[in-house]
């Protein structure tokens, strides 16, 4: 995954379906590093043909209120733990009262959120305790960042190895606080790139993983994943991650691992995030009890 490029799609995105303008898509691209003469011609691309910007949305055909998928979370601690190269890494640890699996938690590209750490509570009210990782422990957590944007940007400047190297030390976290468990894993947006990322790694004490709308490495190959069954969700909307999914098919079948992939109908990209402008209450709660069911029948 070129995540500069993933992340300056996201942001022209946001802005073709008018969630964010065009001075703030502007912003955001030039925190990324996109220079003004390229952004200028990205965003216009998705200008109507008499220049017009895109029609603000419109607000969610979701109930305003509407509750978060699956059950009431578990409170969550933040920890500290040691990484690769004796970092230190932070993160968000949710125990379950008699866990029957673990997992670890990916963020989306503004780091780790009370969203994220929600899930992870929910994880493990269903049963699975679960660490959410912070992937901006070395720039000082996501907490240092009092704009998203600069979270994303901060997510872009580092050195893609890392985040490889933080799940990891997370999973060895994983085996000192559930000792015993089978691990899985999880993650949405960029979070569910790198469980693609982790898996493409080669990381055999996966025995579940679950990428939500995330893009797929260029020419992966899974096969040093061998214990991983993957449940991989797109969104039927979602065409600019979708156009990844074949090829993650085939890498899949061609490791030989056991995997399922869904694409929800009618439903767009973070249609799992309940504070988001796409979130979509039945998808999302389809995916939740597919994601447990899983979780239960390869962590179980």
Request: proline content about 7%; glycine content about 10%; charged content about 20%.
């Amino acid at each position: 995954m070129h995540i500069q490029r993933y992340l300056a799609e996201e942001v022209v995105e946001d802005y073709a379906d008018g969630i964010i303008p065009r001075r703030e898509a502007l912003r955001r691209l030039g925190l990324l590093g996109v220079a003004a003469a390229v952004a200028a011609p990205m965003l216009a691309a998705c200008d109507s043909a008499d220049g017009e910007p895109p029609t603000p949305a419109a607000p969610s055909a979701t109930p305003s209120g509407s509750a978060p998928a699956g059950p009431q979370p578990v409170a969550t601690q933040p920890i500290t733990y040691t990484g690769a190269q004796g970092r230190t890494l932070m993160g968000a640890w949710a125990p379950a009262a008699d866990p029957k699996g673990a997992v670890l938690v990916i963020h989306e590209n503004r780091g780790l959120t009370d969203h994220i750490r929600s899930v992870a509570g929910r994880l493990a009210a269903s049963g699975f305790s679960a660490i959410a990782v912070d992937l901006l422990s070395a720039e000082g957590g996501t907490a240092t960042f009092t704009d998203p944007a600069q979270a994303t940007a901060a997510l872009n400047a580092a050195p893609p190895g890392r985040f490889v190297d933080d799940m990891r030390s997370t999973v060895d976290e994983l085996g000192k606080r559930a000792p015993g468990r089978k691990v899985g894993a999880v993650g949405f947006c960029f979070g569910g790139g790198m469980v693609w990322q982790f898996l493409a790694a080669g990381e055999a004490r996966l025995a579940a993983a679950a990428p939500f709308y995330g893009p797929t490495p260029d020419s992966p190959d899974f096969a040093g994943s061998r214990n991983a069954a993957v449940l991989a969700f797109y969104a039927e909307k979602d065409s600019r991650v979708n156009a990844t999914r074949e090829t993650a098919r085939a890498a899949l079948t061609k490791a030989g691992l056991t995997h399922e992939i869904v694409t929800v109908p009618g439903a767009d990209h973070a249609f799992f995030n309940d504070t988001g402008a796409r979130y979509n209450a039945q998808a999302a709660t389809d995916a939740y009890t597919r994601l447990v069911t899983w979780y239960g029948k390869h962590l179980g």
